[in-house]
């Protein structure tokens, strides 16, 4: 496994791209099962383990490779089932929409607990 960057600047770029919920902080913590709304400071080191891991080895290089393109997303991932009524493609539970900050996000409730 990658050695982890220092935790507190990686737990304040976590809560920063939380705000922004970009494809690619969306992404990494639906892979990782971290809640759009967990602050870096609540997870235990194994979550925050596992999310540096999703987003250095999957989901970065992913979205570099299809230059950040939703429509080009595996179907794996939540990007491209971010509609109403789309499916968890983890679970096919249905995906809920919230808001984060004053943007619209999208979680699984089965596979992103709170």
Known sequence: MPELPDVEIFKQYLDATALHQTIDAVDIRFQSG???QAKANSLKEKS????????REKVLPTAIERR????????????????KGG?????????QQIKVSGRTTY???RCQKK
């Open 34 to 36: 971290v809640h759009p």
């Open 48 to 55: 925050f383990k596992e999310l540096f891991r999703e987003m």
């Open 68 to 83: 950040a393109d939703p429509a080009q997303f595996p179907d794996d991932y939540i990007i491209p089932q971010r509609q």
């Open 87 to 95: 499916h968890c493609p983890k679970c096919d539970g249905e995906l």
């Open 107 to 109: 979680l699984c409730p």
